[in-house]
């Protein structure tokens, strides 16, 4: 039972009626409530099992409740709650060099955040004073948070009603899929993005531009893994022009890929790059921005103009430091790539080959997506009344799937067992299945 002894019923009315949603129509909110969890599972005060596919916002990358990080918690609230940024702090100072760890040697310094929104916002604030430049190149296909100078770099919808501030400018990035290159193979797809990208450079006035901000890997976009040489291509394009090259690796960071951070599979080195979800699995909300060191050290005696009452917060690092360490101790990274590539892969290779709804599957570690089509050749996307009806299927059979448009994203905590990666996508595979009999 719920610490308040609040019925489902009871939590769920409260919330309706005094709760503002993000992203929701207020009258229009789900049923669902949970009360606790467990690994990769969630429960309801009533006992309602279900397996968690989403990891809540693509978030939790070591499960729910791992021990040694709640321990980690409370151990450091029994010592000291919180502490301005300012003050030297041993949780704070050991988090930055976890995370420096498993960077690039390049990078020198970690600047913390509350969130994913704030590391963008504060590493284009970087990029822009760094370059004396303004504008901010970003994908059409991205998110990169919900404040004001993050949102108007998203190129999703949810950028058009706050587009409120100048110096951004967008760019179609590689999707084979749905090309926008008229490309048919992933070089051409590469050569055609990397082209289009330059001459955007070109046309806007390169020293005009202070920064390209794209996702290693576009997530909600898609789980769109750039073809191999774009993201080294775009690296010599922000060298030619003299572009400070900001990582976004907010989702796709901190082992969802099966590495560490996903640019690594990828021959590149970002001048920047911001974080948050992964690096302690939302245990306490927190974020960051990793500088490389001629970006830190332009800094060492000019003011940087920027900053946040709980940057560093005691809790959030604590919950960094005992995260990190997990997930080396348990080889958590290696579990994500080892699921994607010996149980992952294989099933959505049989569910492509055998439902006609899968356009493609694409994807790795445990970072998926299956593209559903009404039509194989035309690729026409399903309807939102068709996934509407997967979400609710799975659901009932006690899995929660992460739908972004036309697909399903395949996305457990990192720590997912080779019997719960079998389990859920057995229940995805028999759900389409019904569903393309009946359609
Ligand atoms: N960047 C990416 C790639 C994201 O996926 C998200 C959130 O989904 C964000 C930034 C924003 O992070 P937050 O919601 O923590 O502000």
């Not at 990582?247 to 901190?254: P, R, S």
């Not at 958590?332 to 899968?358: C, F, H, K, Q, W």
């Not at 050749?377 to 939102?384: A, G, L, M």
């Amino acid at each position: 039972t719920n610490s308040l002894s609040l019925s489902d019923e009871a939590v769920i009315a409260a919330d309706h009626a005094r709760v503002f949603h993000s992203w929701s129509a207020q009258a229009h909110l789900p049923n669902f409530t949970v009360d606790s969890g467990q690994g990769c599972h969630l429960w309801d005060q009533s006992g309602r099992r279900w397996l968690d596919f989403t990891s809540q916002l693509v978030n939790v990358n070591i499960g729910y409740q791992h021990p040694a990080v709640v321990a980690a918690i409370k151990a450091q609230a029994d010592i000291l709650t919180t502490i301005a940024p300012a003050t030297a702090n041993g949780q704070r100072a050991t988090a930055a060099e976890l995370i420096l760890r498993h960077l690039p040697d390049s990078f020198e310094k970690v600047f913390f955040t509350n969130a994913g929104a704030d590391a963008n916002e504060n590493a284009i604030r970087l990029a822009r004073l760094y370059t004396g430049r303004d504008k901010i190149i970003s994908h059409y296909r991205s998110y990169h948070g919900n404040t004001g100078a993050a949102i108007n770099a998203t190129g999703d919808w949810r950028r058009m009603p706050n587009e409120y501030s100048r110096g951004h400018v967008h760019v179609f990035g590689p999707y084979l899929y749905r090309t926008e290159f008229w490309a048919t193979t992933p070089e051409q797809e590469c050569e055609r993005a990397l082209h289009s990208l330059e001459r955007t450079i070109q046309s806007e006035g390169p020293d005009t531009v202070a920064g390209i901000l794209f996702e290693s890997i576009p997530g909600t976009a898609g789980i769109l893994t750039p073809p191999p040489g774009y993201l080294a291509g775009v690296r010599r394009l922000a060298d030619k022009y003299g572009i400070v090259l900001i990582l976004d690796e907010v989702m796709a960071g901190f082992g969802r890929t099966g590495n560490w951070f996903a640019f690594q599979a990828h021959d590149v080195v970002p001048d920047l790059v911001t974080f948050a979800k992964g690096v302690n699995s939302g245990y306490v909300p927190a974020g960051g921005v990793a500088l490389s060191g001629p970006i830190a050290h332009a800094f060492d005696d000019r003011v940087f103009p920027g900053g946040l009452t709980y940057s560093g917060h005691p809790l959030a690092m604590a919950a960094i430091v005992a995260t990190i360490t997990a997930m080396e101790d348990e080889r958590i990274v290696e579990n994500a790539a080892r699921i994607g590539s010996e149980v992952i892969a294989p099933a959505l290779t049989d569910l492509a080959a055998s439902n006609p709804l899968v356009g493609e599957v694409r994807g790795s570690g445990v970072f998926w997506a299956i593209e559903l089509v009404r039509d194989r050749v035309t690729r026409e996307p399903v309807t939102p009344a068709t996934m509407a009806a997967i979400k609710a299927a799975c659901f009932d059979r006690g899995l929660l799937v992460f739908l972004a448009d036309n697909r399903i994203h395949i996305v457990p905590p990192c720590v997912v067992t080779d019997d719960e990666a079998t389990q859920g996508l057995a229940i995805i595979a028999d759900v389409l299945s019904q569903l393309s009999k009946e359609s």
